[in-house]
């Protein structure tokens, strides 16, 4: 290219594309900044909102309990109400995701009944009908709230999960964008470089095959043998491309919205198989065991499964607290282990049951088709095992357990 003119219109147009994608970039990066600081109030804001509804109910059951100031304790609870109302109000302005939305109206008329079960509880309590207060209190009082931040833990792992599709999708525009600024940069350069004519031969003069052949024989040292080889070589054939990505798996959230209420109505031990048998499907998962910390205090037994033959339970036997895999690892630290699948084994998650001073289990799961590595699938593992950290205690210590008979001796 020797025109002065193309080459300055070539300069213009190739700068103009990569000042426009720069600063497509800079805007893309203040919108996700905006997206990450929404998700952290978002979070922020829900787990105020939790603490709120546990004070809420401590407030509750207090006015109803023998020697405390009723006006006090009544006066806590309605400002907890107001609250919680205004802590939804924010919520939903921040909410972008429909499934967020629907779990805080649920949430909100979970709130509502609460606050007209109180309002009958005061009116026991008005007419000196202490235990017909105390009975709403500790049974309806406590599913609903139970309900409400099971419903506010929904919208919080559905709202992360959203945004981080959605920076995942901006992330990937980038890219492309900057792709295709760097074709443009690249094929300027390519308009820009003086090419020099080559000399060669005219454009219909004939070349002899014997020629040719002659010619690669004697420059690049082959024989006519080895010549014959690499025509036969398909020297073109290019691996086949790999299949694209499967989408990220995503646990139905409406399924582990009804799981986890009835989580909260278990009163009986028998009902955990069937609330297994729904989380394994949930997550996908081939099997659950739930582990506690035995009497010993420094390993943890399996308590209860669901995918396992009994026996095969029974014979698992007890993990010491220092054992080097996933299940322990997750006893130490109180956080999510995650196992990814490869060739031999399948992927597993593991996640700890923390109480409020210290981890009394693990609930341990062995997933399909690399579920493991979805957040979404991990959120759903981590909201289970706080549901069942509040139905779960750890086995008592074995001198506290020996106390009884040593007295009765």
Not at 83 to 99: D, K
Request: proline share 4%; with cysteine.
């Amino acid at each position: 290219m020797t025109r002065r003119w193309v080459r300055i219109a070539v300069v213009v147009v190739t700068l103009a594309t990569l000042g426009f994608t720069g600063n497509q970039i800079r805007l893309s990066e203040l919108a996700l900044d905006d997206e990450q600081h929404v998700e952290r109030v978002f979070t922020d804001l829900s787990w105020a909102l939790t603490l709120t509804l546990g004070d809420l109910r401590a407030a509750q059951q207090a006015y109803v309990a023998a020697g405390q100031d009723r006006l006090y304790w009544t006066a806590r609870v309605n400002s907890h109400l107001g609250t919680v109302r205004n802590g939804l109000e924010n919520l939903r302005r921040l909410a972008i995701s429909p499934a967020s939305i629907d779990a805080l109206d649920s949430a909100d008329g979970a709130v509502t009944d609460l606050e007209r079960m109180d309002g009958r509880a005061r009116e026991h309590v008005d007419l000196e009908q202490p235990l017909m207060a105390s009975d709403l209190i500790f049974t309806d009082g406590l599913e609903l709230a139970a309900r409400a931040s099971t419903n506010v833990e929904l919208a919080r792992a559905t709202e992360r999960t959203t945004r981080n599709e959605t920076i995942r999708a901006a992330r990937s525009s980038q890219a492309t964008m900057i792709a295709t600024a760097a074709g443009a940069l690249a094929l300027a350069l390519l308009l820009l470089i003086p090419m020099k004519r080559a000399e060669g031969p005219a454009p219909f003069e004939s070349i002899d095959a014997e020629k040719t052949e002659a010619v690669l024989t004697d420059e690049l040292g082959l024989s006519v043998e080895d010549r014959k080889m690499l025509d036969t070589l398909d020297l073109n054939a290019v691996d086949p491309s790999p299949a694209a990505d499967s989408p990220e798996p995503v646990p139905d959230l409406r399924v582990a919205a009804d799981l986890c209420t009835d989580l909260c109505k278990v009163t009986d031990t028998s009902e955990f198989p069937e609330l297994l048998a729904r989380a394994a499907a949930l997550m996908n998962a081939t099997g659950v065991i739930i582990w506690v910390r035995d009497s010993s205090g420094h390993a943890l037994r399996p308590a209860i499964g669901h995918g396992y033959p009994a026996r095969a339970l029974a014979q698992m036997g007890s993990i010491p607290e220092d054992g080097n895999n996933a299940t322990a690892a997750a006893y130490r630290s109180a956080r999510m282990q995650v196992v990814e699948r490869d060739d031999t084994k399948s992927g597993a998650l593991a996640a700890p049951l923390l109480a409020a001073n210290s981890c009394v289990g693990v609930l341990s799961a062995e997933l399909r088709a690399g579920w493991e590595s979805s957040e979404a699938v991990q959120a759903t593992a981590a909201i289970m095992a706080a549901q069942l950290a509040t139905l779960l205690s750890a086995d008592p210590p074995a001198d506290t357990a020996a106390s009884p008979a040593e007295a009765h001796g």
